[in-house]
């Protein structure tokens, strides 16, 4: 992608204001001889690009020139560098050129175009579903930019139950779930997730963020992901299964199966999780083949109900 390398050199250049062919190659990780061309490149294409020849030579742009091929504003370079982060569907050649890029931006579009790559990370699937879909909600434009910018939010948000509130957060990243936008942010009372569509009002306050120096977005949605299915699926069974039949267990439970150690007689003890008692004695009635439930025992009283209604109506 010679034409992504030759923007990347003149934003070096503006940057550094002189370079030298070894340190352009170091920076965009190609040949000194590579570089070497894409200077002259620049040169030939009318770029005011000069060498400077002896010891503390390099290449200058004439005057301290500030031509900038790209026009970017700092809005549209924080929305270009969006597409390179987690959240995107760019091929990896495409997110990898923009990654190079956001190294020879000058400042202060680099800080925000870097948070602009780790701002969002998208997990399409609902909850409890495979369905994807995508509405974006009415304060997501604002709150994407306070997480992009580093600035607190005073936050208007209305409850499930309908009671509206208001505080100052942290915002840290955005997350698309399914149909659904959170805003992961920090509070006084720690770190907390919110619907966007509930949202009612988001005014930055111009303070800065306090983000964690450890803090990763994606990771951070993975425990609040686990959390959430962990009190969606209150409900655990103990069960052996046999070892062939793991295979079918993790296809039909997914994330809701546990996988232990192997028992004396060979089999394997699991864990699933569910809703409750009633709904897995239910699901987990067409796995018996493979699969003996130990408890609890409602669990195994209800199955035993739901074979005798089968035997009855079936003989």
Not at 189 to 208: L, M, N, Y
Request: aromatic share 4%; with cysteine.
């Amino acid at each position: 992608m010679r034409t992504d390398r030759l923007v990347a050199v003149l934003l070096l250049l503006q940057r550094r204001q002189q370079v030298t062919a070894a340190e352009v190659a170091q920076e965009l990780e190609v040949s000194e001889r590579t570089a070497r061309r894409d200077l002259d490149a620049l040169a030939m294409a009318g770029v005011p690009v000069y060498s400077v020849q002896g010891r503390g030579g390099g290449w200058r742009l004439v005057g301290g020139a500030r031509t900038d091929l790209s026009g970017l504003t700092a809005s549209e370079a924080r929305a270009l560098f969006l597409v390179a982060g987690p959240a995107s569907a760019a091929t990896p050649t495409v997110k990898a050129a923009l990654r190079k890029l956001v190294h020879a931006l000058p400042e202060p579009f680099r800080t925000q175009a870097e948070a602009a790559a780790g701002a969002v990370v998208t997990d399409p699937r609902r909850w409890g579903s495979d369905r994807i879909e995508h509405r974006p909600p009415r304060f997501l434009d604002e709150l994407q930019d306070a997480v992009i910018r580093g600035v607190q939010v005073r936050l208007g948000y209305v409850d499930r139950d309908g009671a509206e509130t208001e505080r100052t957060v942290h915002p840290l990243g955005i997350v698309a779930k399914g149909p659904s936008w959170y805003l992961v942010s920090g509070t006084e009372a720690g770190r907390r997730t919110f619907r966007i569509d509930r949202v009612s009002s988001a005014d930055p306050t111009g303070d800065p963020v306090h983000r964690p120096e450890d803090f990763d977005l994606a990771e951070s949605w993975r425990e609040i992901a686990d959390e959430v299915d962990r009190r969606r699926t209150p409900v655990e069974i103990q069960a052996v299964c046999a070892p062939h039949g793991v295979g079918v267990l993790r296809m039909a439970l997914g994330s809701r199966l546990d996988v232990g150690g192997a028992t004396s007689d060979g089999r394997i003890e699991v864990v699933i999780r569910g809703h409750s008692e009633y709904m897995l004695a239910g699901e987990l009635s067409g796995l018996v083949e493979w699969l003996e439930v130990t408890g609890p025992p409602g669990v195994r009283d209800r199955l035993a109900s739901i074979g005798g209604a089968l035997v009855e109506l079936y003989g």
